[in-house]
C-alpha cells in the first residue's frame, strides 16, 4: 500500500513539471493581462502588457485581458490593432511618426491619453464605432473621430461613439458631427459655422488660445457652450449654459439670442443694454443716453449690471430710478445694496446675493399670472415700497428653509402679505388700510385678545404675545407657536385635545362631525373601556365611543346606541344573548338563575332539540333545558 502511494505522489509531480514546461496558454490564461494576434493569425497570450506591446508587429493586433493602465508605445511607420473586449483601458498610447493605431473595441477612463495631435504630427488613429468611454477620455478621444462619429452620452458622464447622418457643424467647408472635431487643430481666425440645429452644444473647443468666431444663423444651439479664449459670435440662437474665462474676450451682434442673460451682459458696452424676446432669449440692443434710468454713486447707467462693474463690494450702494424698470435684476455676494426706486415700477425678476434693502418704489407684476418674483439666498430688509403681486421665495433655492425677510415698513396687498406675514419684525404690526396691509411700528402696547387678518392672538398683561396653554376668564385655550388661538383638532404632549369654535378647550362627552368623543377633566381624548356616570364605554384607538357587537380583547361585548355596555340577558337582532356581569358574552353550557341554557359558537341561546357533544338535548322555548 505504501508503494502504491510513493508511486501516485512521484507521477503527479512529474505531471505538474510537465504542464509548467508545456506551452500552452490554456494552462495559466486566467495569469495572461494581453495576448497578440499577428496579421498572420498566430496567437499567443502574455503576463504583462508590456510584453505583449514588445511582441506586436506590422498588422498585428492587441487584446487586452484585464484591465489596463500601462503604457503602450506604437513605433514608427506601422499599423496597430487595439481591442480592450469588456476590459478598460486608461493608460497612454504613444505614436510614432507615420504610425497608425485602430481602437476596434473596448472601454476608456479617466488617464487615457494620446500622444501628440493631428496638426503637428503624421500619426493617425482611427476608431471604430461603439467605443465606450467616460467624460475625460472622451475629451481625448472626440479629437480623433471622423467628420460623421461623434460622442453621446447614455448616461450619467458615460458616452458611445456613433455614426450619424446628422452633421450640423462645418469648418472650412467640410460637415462634422462633432463640434470638438470640427474645433480641433483649426487655425487662428477660423470660424465653425451651425448649419441646422442641435441639442449637442459646443461642448469642447479644442482651439482655446485662439481667436474664432462662431456663425449659427438662423439656428439655435442647445445644450452646454464652451467659447474658446477670444470669441466674436455673429448669429444664432444659444439656449443652454455658457462657460466662459475671465480672461477671455467676447464679442455679439444683435443678432444673436441667449438664455444667459449674464453672458449678454458681459457683452454689452456703456450705450447697450439686454432685452428679451416674447421666447425669453436675451440679447442686446444699442440705446441713447435718454435710456440711462439708473443712478448710482452720481453717474447715470442703462442698467443696474452696468453699474456693477464701477462699484467695489466694500462700497454702500443706492440705486435711484428716473423711470420704471423693465429688466431682470441681479444683485450680487459680497455687495451692500439699497432700491430706492421712488415711485417708479419695477415688474420683473428679482434675484438676490447681496446685502439688500429695499426702501421704496412699486413692485407689481398687475396679476397673479405675471407677478413679480424676489428670490434670495440672503436677508432681505423691507422698510418702504408698494407690493402688489409678488411672490416672496421662501424655499430652496433661494432661501434654504429660512425666511429670507425682515418687514419694517411697505404697503402690501392680500396677495403680497400672504407671503411675508410671519416675516413681519418684532415691534411692528400690519394694520388693514384701504383693501391693503401697512406695516408699521406698534404704537401702543396691547393686551388681551386681539384679532389680526382674521386670527385671534392673546397677550398678557405686559403686551407679549402668548403661546402655549393660556387660563383665560376660567376656560384653557391653546396659542401654536406663533401666538395663533388653534381650534379643533390638537395633538399637544401626545394627547389629543378638541377646542371648539371659540377656541376653548373642551371636556366630557363631545359630538363631532357626527362622531362622539369624551374627554377627561383635563381636557385629552380617552380611548378604551371608560366608566362614565355609572355605566362602561368603549372609545376606539381614535378616541371614537363604539356602539353595538366589538370584539376587544378577544371577547365579544355589545354597546347599547348609547354606547353603554350591557349585562345580562339581550335580544339583539332577533336572538338572545346573556352577558356576564363583566359584559362579556358567554358561549357554551351556562348556568343562570338556576336553570342549563346552551349558549351556541355565535353566542345565541338554542332553543329545541340540539345535539351537543354527539348526543341529543331537548331546550323548550324559553332556551331552558328540559332534557
Known amino acids: 500500500m505504501k508503494q502504491e502511494k510513493s508511486r501516485y505522489i512521484i507521477f503527479s509531480a512529474i505531471l505538474a513539471c510537465m504542464l509548467w514546461i508545456l506551452p500552452g496558454n490554456h494552462v495559466y490564461a486566467a495569469q495572461m493581462a494581453a495576448k497578440v494576434i499577428t496579421a498572420d493569425h498566430v496567437e499567443t497570450a502574455y503576463e504583462s502588457l508590456s510584453d505583449a506591446v514588445a511582441a506586436m508587429t506590422d498588422g498585428a493586433t492587441l487584446y487586452l485581458q484585464e484591465d489596463s493602465s500601462e503604457r503602450i508605445d506604437v513605433p514608427d511607420g506601422v ?8 476590459y478598460t483601458y486608461s493608460g497612454w498610447i504613444w505614436m510614432g511618426d507615420e504610425s497608425e493605431i485602430e481602437l476596434v473595441d473596448g472601454h476608456y477612463a479617466s488617464g487615457f491619453f494620446i500622444q501628440n495631435s493631428l496638426s503637428t504630427y503624421k500619426n493617425y488613429v482611427v476608431l471604430d464605432d461603439n467605443l465606450t468611454m467616460d467624460r475625460e477620455a472622451r475629451d ?26 446628422k452633421l450640423p457643424y462645418k469648418v472650412n467647408g467640410q460637415l462634422y458631427a462633432s463640434s470638438a472635431r470640427a474645433t480641433y487643430g483649426v487655425e487662428d481666425g477660423s470660424t465653425l459655422y451651425i448649419v441646422e440645429d442641435t441639442d449637442r452644444g459646443i461642448s469642447h473647443i479644442n482651439t482655446w488660445d485662439l481667436s474664432m468666431d462662431i456663425d449659427a444663423g438662423d439656428c439655435t444651439v442647445k445644450g452646454n457652450i464652451q467659447l474658446p479664449k477670444n470669441c466674436n459670435i455673429i448669429s444664432g440662437s444659444f439656449d443652454g449654459a455658457t462657460f466662459v474665462s475671465n480672461e477671455g474676450v467676447y464679442t455679439i451682434t444683435e443678432k444673436c439670442r441667449f438664455t444667459s442673460r449674464d453672458f449678454v451682459v458681459d457683452c454689452c458696452s456703456e450705450n ?9 432669449y436675451y440679447h442686446k440692443v444699442s440705446v441713447d443716453d435718454s435710456k440711462k434710468i439708473v443712478i448710482a454713486n452720481g453717474k447715470t447707467y442703462v442698467d443696474i449690471d452696468h453699474a456693477f462693474k464701477d462699484i467695489n463690494q466694500n462700497e454702500n450702494i443706492v440705486f435711484k430710478l428716473t423711470d420704471d424698470y423693465p429688466e431682470v ?44 418674483y424676489i428670490g434670495t439666498t440672503q436677508q432681505i430688509t423691507i422698510s418702504g415700497g408698494y407690493f402688489g403681486y409678488v411672490e416672496f421665495s421662501h424655499e430652496w433655492p433661494w432661501g434654504n428653509g429660512n425666511p429670507g425677510y425682515t418687514v419694517k415698513g411697505g404697503t402690501f396687498s392680500p396677495y403680497a402679505y400672504e407671503y411675508i406675514k410671519d416675516d413681519i419684525a418684532d415691534g411692528y404690526q400690519a394694520v388693514y388700510k384701504n383693501g391693503n396691509y401697512v406695516v408699521q411700528k406698534q404704537q401702543t402696547k396691547v393686551t388681551g385678545w386681539q384679532a389680526s387678518d382674521g386670527k385671534w392672538y392673546y397677550y398678557d398683561a405686559d403686551g407679549v404675545k402668548t403661546t402655549g396653554w393660556q387660563k383665560v376668564g376660567g376656560t384653557w385655550y391653546y396659542m401654536d407657536k ?8 390638537q395633538k399637544i404632549g401626545g394627547a389629543w385635545y378638541y377646542m371648539n369654535g371659540s377656541g376653548a378647550m373642551t371636556t366630557g362627552w363631545q359630538a363631532i362631525g357626527g362622531t362622539w368623543y369624551y374627554m ?5 381624548m380617552t380611548t378604551g373601556w371608560q366608566a362614565i356616570g355609572g355605566a362602561w364605554y368603549y372609545m376606539n384607538g381614535s378616541g371614537a365611543m363604539v356602539t353595538g357587537w366589538q370584539k376587544i380583547g378577544g371577547a365579544w361585548y355589545y354597546m347599547n346606541g348609547s354606547g353603554a355596555m350591557v349585562t345580562g340577558w339581550q335580544k339583539i337582532g332577533g336572538a338572545w344573548y346573556y352577558m356576564n356581569g363583566s359584559g362579556v358574552m358567554v358561549t357554551g353550557w351556562q348556568v343562570i338563575g338556576g336553570a342549563w341554557y346552551y349558549m351556541n359558537g355565535s353566542g345565541v341561546m338554542v332553543t329545541g332539540w340540539q345535539i351537543i357533544g354527539g348526543r341529543w338535548y331537548r331546550f323548550n322555548a324559553s332556551g331552558v333545558w328540559i332534557g
Not at 481625448?140 to 450619424?164: A, H, M, N, S
Not at 406663533?482 to 383638532?489: A, N
Not at 377627561?520 to 385629552?524: C, D
Open 79 to 86: 499599423h496597430w490593432n487595439f481591442r480592450t473586449g469588456d
Open 140 to 165: 481625448i478621444l472626440e479629437r480623433f473621430e471622423k467628420p460623421d462619429q461623434w460622442c453621446r452620452e447614455y448616461e450619467d458622464g458615460q458616452y458611445v461613439l456613433e455614426t450619424t447622418t
Open 272 to 280: 447697450e443694454t439686454v432685452v428679451h424676446d416674447s421666447d425669453w
Open 329 to 372: 435684476i441681479s444683485l450680487s455676494y459680497g455687495y451692500h445694496v439699497k432700491l430706492d426706486f421712488g415711485e417708479y415700477s419695477f415688474k420683473s425678476y428679482l434675484e438676490n446675493f447681496a446685502d439688500l434693502e429695499i426702501v421704496s418704489g412699486r413692485f407689481d407684476g398687475g396679476d397673479e399670472e405675471n407677478a413679480v
Open 482 to 489: 406663533d401666538g395663533v388661538m388653534t381650534t379643533g383638532w
Open 520 to 524: 377627561n377633566g383635563s381636557g385629552a
